[in-house]
């Protein structure tokens, strides 16, 4: 396994806040426990309003900082390894690139990156132009006639799903169409799942959708 050691100190700092030996869980609890009895043999529950407002405020910040002190803290070994993994490895995805006669493109709304994006899916092996129009079918309701452009790029991103920087071989694949086939709307759904015509401009414009996906973004504007 190969790992840039960008990636790798890009994930420790990320996980840093997670990784905690079991004595730091025991020694924050038992700092915990041991101000709970002091407060109870001090003696404040008898003391005057303002002595118990204070305290009140007090051990509310305690547990704030309690809960802070150990958050994160069911983060393994295990889970560590499995982050550096799949930051060393490329994860493929084909991309369907449907462009109107307006220039716009079509996006699909990603839930786990809270964007839209291309339509996608995970690249499969021996994938063929039939698997790829029957993709098309299957994710936009409408058969593509063939395959117009094929490119291929691999891209270096943040990935907002995982938090954390990966590498991507993206297949991009430009479909012909008969445009009166293709909604009309702006923004439509198809199978339950959201989608919205969008020009270079457009996507440029949103600066949430550029500062998850501008390298695509470039991608798309310089080929297609």
Do not use: C
């Amino acid at each position: 396994m190969n790992i840039n050691e960008g990636k790798l100190q890009d994930i420790l700092s990320q996980r840093k806040s997670h990784i905690k030996s079991h004595a730091t869980i025991v020694e924050a609890s038992f700092a915990f426990l041991s101000y709970i009895v002091s407060i109870l043999l001090s003696g404040v529950l008898s003391a005057d309003t303002k002595m118990k407002v204070a305290v009140g405020i007090i051990t509310i910040a305690y547990i704030v900082i309690f809960y802070l002190s150990i958050r994160g803290s069911k983060y393994s070994v295990q889970e560590l390894y499995n982050d550096i993994v799949s930051a060393a490895d490329i994860h493929a995805f084909l991309l369907l690139v449907i462009k109107d006669s307006h220039g716009r493109f079509l996006l699909k709304k990603n839930n786990r990156w809270k964007t839209f994006l291309l339509p996608f899916s995970h690249t499969k092996e021996n994938e063929d132009s039939t698997a790829i129009l029957n993709f098309t079918k299957e994710t936009i309701g409408v058969p593509a006639p063939s395959i117009q452009k094929q490119l291929e790029t691999d891209i270096t991103k943040h990935s907002v799903s995982s938090n954390m920087s990966k590498t991507y071989h993206h297949t991009f694949y430009q479909l012909s169409f008969d445009e009166k086939t293709l909604p009309q709307k702006k923004t439509f759904r198809v199978n339950g799942e959201k989608y919205r015509w969008y020009s270079i401009e457009d996507m440029k414009a949103d600066h949430d959708m550029m500062l998850k996906n501008k390298e695509t973004i470039d991608f798309i504007e310089k080929n297609f």
